[in-house]
């Protein structure tokens, strides 16, 4: 596993088509934005397990253009606060 350190509006690109920001650092939290292509489904890992666990299907997300200031869509419509 790669292990970097960055600081509040570094970046990280994974290949030419994702790109992770660090968008603030409080505490222990660190908020991140991340750019990825449409068809790239992006999710935070404990639902990302609790869909496999279920046996659903893990599928495109929806999410808001490219500003980086919006959070991700819940499975059920709602909005993620926290990343």
């Given at each position: 596993?790669?292990?970097?350190?960055?600081?509040?509006?570094?970046?990280?690109?994974?290949?030419?088509?994702?790109?992770?920001?660090?968008?603030?650092?409080?505490?222990?939290?660190v908020r991140?934005?991340?750019?990825a292509p449409?068809?790239?489904?992006?999710?935070?890992?404990?639902l990302y397990?609790?869909?496999?666990?279920?046996?659903?299907?893990?599928?495109?997300?929806?999410?808001?253009?490219?500003?980086?200031?919006?959070?991700?869509?819940?499975?059920?419509?709602?909005?993620?606060?926290?990343?």
């Open positions: 596993m790669l292990t970097l350190t960055r600081k509040a509006g570094q970046k990280i690109r994974i290949g030419e088509d994702i790109e992770i920001v660090v968008r603030e650092i409080r505490g222990r939290q991140l934005g991340i750019s449409n068809g790239t489904p992006v999710y935070r890992e404990e397990q609790q869909i496999a666990a279920e046996g659903g299907q893990l599928r495109e997300r929806t999410r808001k253009p490219d500003d980086g200031s919006e959070d991700i869509a819940a499975e059920d419509g709602s909005s993620e606060d926290e990343g």
